[in-house]
């Protein structure tokens, strides 16, 4: 079994900044790439941000210079650095990894993709 919690997000004004956690546990071998995602009401899930295991990252054109991804191996954790936040970066926001879980044994036995259950992101203007 592998959970994904993501926690962070909450009510906060325009210009404002709140940092995104997402924590990874249970029976992971390893951890691949990790991303941060948004959907906002009525619209469809987006890439905000992604990070390697090797530590490379790419951002949505939208989100670029304001928003940091990270990430801690040792914590398996990924972070989402947000500033200079605007109205229109509130939606739910979601983090999606790749993960090879393995058996009881520790053995690998394949990658799959994890979601986490979500945060809210509300920015006032």
């Known amino acids: 079994q592998v959970h994904l919690v993501a926690s962070g997000g909450g009510l906060v004004q325009a210009g404002g900044s709140l940092r995104l956690s997402c924590v990874a546990s249970g029976s992971i071998f390893f951890i691949g790439d990790m991303g941060w995602y948004r959907q906002a009401p009525g619209q469809q899930r987006e890439l905000v941000a992604r990070i390697t295991s090797g530590g490379s990252y790419n951002y949505a054109d939208s989100v670029k210079g304001r928003f940091t991804i990270s990430r801690d191996n040792a914590k398996n954790t990924a972070y989402l650095d947000m500033n200079s936040l605007k109205p229109e970066d509130t939606a739910v926001y979601f983090c999606?990894?790749?993960?090879?879980?393995?058996?009881?044994?520790?053995?690998?036995?394949?990658?799959?993709?994890?979601w986490g259950q979500g945060t809210q992101v509300t920015v006032s203007s």
């Open positions: 999606g990894v790749d993960i090879t879980y393995s058996d009881v044994t520790g053995t690998p036995v394949a990658m799959k993709d994890y």
